[in-house]
C-alpha cells in the first residue's frame, strides 16, 4: 500500500519490516536439502571436499582460470597478498569497503592511500603513478558496484614498475570488460561469497589465478595440511571453504545468471524512474562492461535535489528502507588510519566527495520491480517536498 | 582383509584391511531434524550470516555449557587466536610465549598477529608446557603467553596464572582439545584472559568449521566482537582494524543441532579409548597415553599410542603400514621440522629436547564416530600380525626403498 505522504512527514511507512540492500538469493529448499542429505551421507564436512573440487571445477570453467575457494573475501584477499610475496606498501583506494585495506594490515604492509576517479569510482593510472615509490611493491585494485573498468593502463603501469597487481573483485563476480572475465585483471582476483554478492555461499571467498606458481602458493597458505603441494610459502592460516559453504555456493552458481537477469530489470526500473530527478546522477557501467548490477548506486547533489544524501537517507529509513552508505566515510578518514596516517587528510577530493553523496538501493532476492517502483516513488516525493522534509529533520533532535 | 602371510599386508599389494578409511577426527552427525528445522529458518528469512539469530543462540548454550560470562563465535579458531592476539598483544611486535609440542598452525597465528613466536619445552609426563621455563622466557618484549591444555592433561593452570600476574602479561588458553572437559570441578572455558575453542568437524563439537573464545571479561569480549566484524561499530565507522571472523548461520545451526550429543559423545569416546586398551593388552611393547583423571574430568578425544623402544619396527614405519590399510593414523604432533624449516630463526632444536623427542614417540590412532568395537579389534590384530613378522616385514620395506 502506497501512500501520499511521506513517513517522516506523518505519512504511514511503506514497508513495516527493513528491506536491506543485498543479494540474499537463496535455493529451493528441496535442492538445500538434497545437497545437504549428501553431506551427511559422505560425512565429508571440511578440508578440501568432493562439494569444494567441485565448486572450483566449476568456477575455473565460469572465470577461465584456476579458482580457490577459501572462508570468505577478506581471508582471500590475506592469503592472496602473502601468495604474492607483497611487502612495504601498497597503493589502494580509500574509497572501499574497509576489509580491503584491513587485509594489508594484517598481511604486515603498510597502505598508500590513492584517489579515484569520479566516474568509475576505480583508481586509475593517473592517481597511482605518482604514489610510486621504492617501497611500493604492488597496487591492490578494487571494482565497485559489479561492473569492471578499463584497466588496460593500470596493467601497463603495474607492468613498467614491476609491481605486482592485485584485485579486489568481492563485487564482481560475474562481471566482465570487453569480453574479458573480472578474474583475469591483474596477477591475482578475490571474490567475496558473502549473501549480500551475487554468488551467495553463505561467508565465502575464491582466489582467481591464471599463474600456476602463485595458485600452488595459494593452495598451501590457506590450510595447514601436510598432503597437499609444498609451495615455499611465507606463511600459513586455515582460510579452508566447509562443504556446507561450497554446496550453497554450487546451488548459487547454477542461477547466477538468471539473477543477474532479475538484478537488471530492478535496476533499470530503478533507472528509468530515477534518471530524470534533478540533483541524481545514477553510476552507469561502461559500455564495453558486462556488470552483475548487484548495487544500484546513485550520488545525490544536494543542491539540485534539495535534500543531502544524509537527508534523502533518513527519510528511506523512516519508510522502512534500510539504503546504504557505502563507503562513507572513507577508509583514510576511519579508526585507526585517521591518526595512523593523517598526512591523507583532505588530500583525497574524488573520494571525499563521493563519500558525501552516493547511497544504494536494495536490489536482489527480497526486491521486486514492484519494490523498485516504490522506493522510486518516495525519493522523488522526497525531491518533491524537499523543503518540508529539510524542516521537519530540522526539527527532529 | 585379515592377514595371514606379510604379502597380505596392502603396502605389500594386499587388500586393504578397512573398505572405507578410518579418520582420527570425532566426524560426528548433527541431530538432522534440528538441523534442517534451524536451517528452513535460516533460508525463510535470509539471514545466513552477520551475527544473526542462529550464532545467538550458539554463544548463549555454550556460555551455559562453560559457565561462562561471554562467547564470541568466530569463522575457525585460526581467525580467533588471531584476533585474540591482536587484541591482547603487549607489544605490537613482540613475543608469544606458546609450546611447539602442539597443532602446527599456532606459530603461524602469531606471526598473521605481528608477533613472534618464542617456544617453550613441554613437561615430559604430561605433555604441556613447562611453566618454570615460561618465566625464563619472559623478557622486555613479551606480549603474551600462548599455552595449550592437552588432551590428555591440562596446563599447570594455577603456576601460569601467578606467572602472569607477577609480570603482568595476558595468558591465553588454546583450549580446542579440552573441550567440554573440567578442571577441577569447573567447565574449562573461564581460566586465564581468555580460551579459544574449535568447532571444526574432527572435532567434538562439529560446525563444519568455527570457532570460539570464551571469556569472563567484558571488555575483551566487546572487542572480539568488533574486531570479528571489520572492526565496525555502527553502520560505516571502525573503532579499530578489525577481520572477516564472523561465523555463518549455516555453521551455527550445525554446531547447535550437535550439541545435545556432547554426553553421549564423551562417553563413545570413554568406551573407545578404553576398548583400544583392552585390545591392545596382549601385544608386547605397547602402551597409551594416560588420561589424568585426577585433576581433569577428560573429553577422551585422543587415543595415543607408545611403541616401546625395542619395538621391532620403528614408529614411522608402523605409521606408513597401517595408513595403506586405510588407518589414517599419524605420527602425534610430529612436525618439529617443518617448524623448523618455517621458524629457523625462532626456532632451536637444542632447546626444545622434551619436544623433539616426544615428537618422534606417539601414534594418533583412528577414533571418532566412525570407528567401532569391532575395527579397534581388527587394529590390533593388524599391530600383533606386524609385530610377529616385524623382521620379514622390514625386510621388503628395506627392499622396496632400494628399488625406488
Ligand atoms: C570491496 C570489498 N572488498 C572486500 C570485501 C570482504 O569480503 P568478505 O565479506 O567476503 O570478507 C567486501 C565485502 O564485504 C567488499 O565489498
Ligand atoms: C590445539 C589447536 N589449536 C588451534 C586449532 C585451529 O583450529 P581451527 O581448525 O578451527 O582453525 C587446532 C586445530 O586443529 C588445534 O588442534
Given amino acids: 500500500m502506497s501512500t501520499d505522504r511521506l513517513a517522516i512527514l506523518g505519512g504511514r511507512p511503506e514497508y513495516s519490516e527493513p528491506l536491506h540492500v543485498g543479494q540474499l538469493y537463496a535455493p529451493p529448499w528441496d535442492e538445500f536439502k538434497d545437497q545437504f542429505d549428501g553431506i551427511f551421507r559422505r560425512r565429508y564436512f571440511t578440508n578440501h571436499g568432493p562439494l569444494v573440487s567441485q565448486l572450483e571445477k566449476d568456477l575455473s570453467e565460469f572465470l577461465n582460470c584456476q579458482a580457490i575457494c577459501v572462508t570468505n573475501g577478506t581471508l582471500g584477499l590475506m592469503v592472496a597478498l602473502k601468495s604474492l610475496g607483497l611487502s612495504g606498501k601498497v597503493i589502494v583506494p580509500s574509497f572501499t569497503f574497509p576489509a580491503t585495506v584491513q587485509a594489508l594490515y594484517w598481511a604486515g604492509i603498510e597502505p598508500v592511500f590513492c584517489d579515484v576517479d569520479y566516474d568509475t569510482h576505480a583508481i586509475s593510472a593517473e592517481h597511482i603513478s605518482p604514489l610510486i615509490t621504492e617501497e611500493v611493491t604492488g597496487i591492490l585494485y578494487v571494482s565497485l558496484w559489479g561492473g569492471l573498468a578499463d584497466t588496460t593502463d593500470i596493467e601497463r603501469l603495474a607492468e613498467n614498475h614491476s609491481l605486482k597487481l592485485l584485485h579486489d573483485a568481492c563485487h564482481a563476480f560475474a562481471a566482465s570488460y570487453a569480453k574479458r572475465s573480472s578474474a583475469q585483471i591483474g596477477d591475482v582476483s578475490v571474490f567475496s561469497l558473502h549473501a549480500t554478492k551475487i554468488l551467495n555461499g553463505l561467508e565465502g571467498g575464491i582466489i582467481a589465478t591464471s599463474n600456476h606458481e602463485v595458485a600452488d602458493q595459494v593452495r598451501t597458505i590457506r590450510n595447514f595440511h601436510s598432503s597437499h603441494t609444498h609451495a615455499a610459502v611465507p606463511l600459513r592460516i586455515n582460510a579452508k571453504m566447509s562443504e556446507a559453504q561450497a554446496g550453497m555456493a554450487l546451488l548459487s552458481l547454477t542461477r547466477v545468471r538468471k539473477n543477474v537477469e532479475n538484478n537488471l530489470l530492478q535496476w533499470q526500473t530503478f533507472y528509468r524512474n530515477l534518471n530524470d530527478i534533478p540533483g541524481i546522477k545514477i553510476y552507469r557501467y561502461d559500455e564495453q562492461c558486462s556488470g552483475n548490477y548487484q548495487y544500484f548506486n546513485f550520488e545525490i547533489d544536494d543542491v539540485r535535489f534539495g535534500l543531502t544524501r544524509d537527508m534523502l537517507l533518513q527519510c528511506l529509513q523512516s519508510e522502512g528502507i534500510a539504503a546504504r552508505r557505502y563507503f562513507s566515510p572513507g577508509v583514510h578518514n576511519l579508526s585507526p588510519y585517521d591518526v595512523l596516517f593523517p598526512q591523507y587528510a583532505n588530500t583525497l577530493p574524488n573520494t571525499d566527495k563521493l563519500c558525501l553523496r552516493t547511497l544504494q538501493l536494495p536490489i536482489g532476492a527480497m526486491c521486486t520491480i514492484d519494490t523498485a517502483d516504490r522506493i522510486s516513488r518516495l525519493i522523488r516525493m522526497a525531491h518533491d517536498d524537499a523543503h518540508l522534509v529539510k524542516n521537519q529533520l530540522a526539527e527532529m533532535p | ?404
Fill in chain 2, 1 to 404: 582383509m585379515v592377514k595371514r602371510v606379510v604379502s597380505d599386508l596392502a603396502c605389500f599389494g594386499g587388500k586393504a584391511l578397512f573398505h572405507s578409511v578410518k579418520p582420527i577426527g570425532q566426524l560426528s552427525l548433527p541431530n538432522i531434524e534440528r538441523f534442517y528445522e534451524i536451517s528452513l529458518e535460516i533460508l525463510t528469512s535470509r539471514r545466513f550470516t552477520n551475527n544473526g539469530p542462529v550464532v545467538h543462540e550458539l554463544e548463549q548454550r555454550l556460555c551455559q555449557t562453560h559457565a561462562v560470562e561471554h562467547c564470541i563465535t568466530f569463522a575457525n579458531a585460526s581467525v580467533a587466536i588471531i584476533s585474540v592476539l591482536d587484541t591482547l598483544a603487549k607489544h605490537k611486535s613482540g613475543e608469544v610465549i606458546m609450546p611447539a609440542f602442539t597443532y602446527i598452525g599456532l606459530p603461524h597465528l602469531a606471526k598473521w598477529a605481528s608477533q613472534t613466536p618464542r617456544f617453550c619445552d613441554v613437561d615430559p609426563a604430561t605433555h604441556v608446557i613447562d611453566p618454570e621455563r615460561v618465566n625464563a622466557a619472559i623478557g622486555e618484549s613479551t606480549s603474551c603467553i600462548l599455552a595449550v591444555h592437552q588432551v590428555n592433561a591440562p596446563c599447570n593452570i594455577e603456576r601460569l596464572q601467578q606467572i602472569a600476574k607477577e609480570n603482568d602479561i595476558p595468558l591465553v588458553f588454546d583450549s580446542v582439545h579440552a573441550i567440554f572437559a573440567s578442571y577441577l570441578g569447573k567447565p574449562f572455558g573461564s581460566f586465564g584472559a581468555c580460551e579459544i575453542f574449535s568447532l571444526h568437524a574432527t572435532k567434538i563439537l562439529n560446525g563444519f568449521e568455527g570457532g570460539y573464545v570464551t571469556t569472563n571479561d567484558s571488555n575483551l569480549a566487546s572487542a572480539l566482537r568488533t574486531k570479528r566484524n571489520f572492526g565496525f561499530t555502527d553502520e560505516g565507522h571502525t573503532a579499530s582494524i578489525g577481520i572477516n571472523g564472523k561465523l555463518n548461520e549455516v555453521h551455527a545451526a550445525m554446531a547447535l543441532a550437535c550439541l545435545d550429543d556432547i554426553p553421549s559423545i564423551l562417553d563413545r569416546n570413554k568406551r573407545r579409548v578404553a576398548h583400544y586398551a583392552d585390545a591392545f593388552a596382549n601385544i608386547p611393547g605397547i602402551r597409551w597415553v594416560a588420561y589424568s583423571e585426577v585433576s581433569m574430568m577428560p573429553n577422551y578425544e585422543f587415543a595415543l599410542l607408545h611403541l616401546s623402544e625395542d619395538w621391532p619396527l620403528s614408529r614411522n614405519d608402523v605409521v606408513r603400514i597401517i595408513r595403506i590399510e586405510n588407518a589414517l593414523a599419524r605420527g602425534y604432533y610430529e612436525h618439529t621440522d617443518q617448524l623448523a624449516k618455517y621458524f629457523s630463526k625462532d626456532f632451536c632444536a637444542h632447546d626444545l629436547p622434551v619436544t623433539c623427542r616426544l615428537a618422534r614417540e606417539f601414534i594418533q590412532m583412528p577414533v571418532g564416530e566412525l570407528v567401532s568395537n569391532d575395527d579397534i579389534e581388527r587394529l590390533a590384530e593388524l599391530f600383533l600380525f606386524i609385530y610377529r613378522n616385524a623382521s620379514e616385514i622390514k625386510r621388503r620395506l628395506d627392499q622396496s626403498q632400494n628399488v625406488n
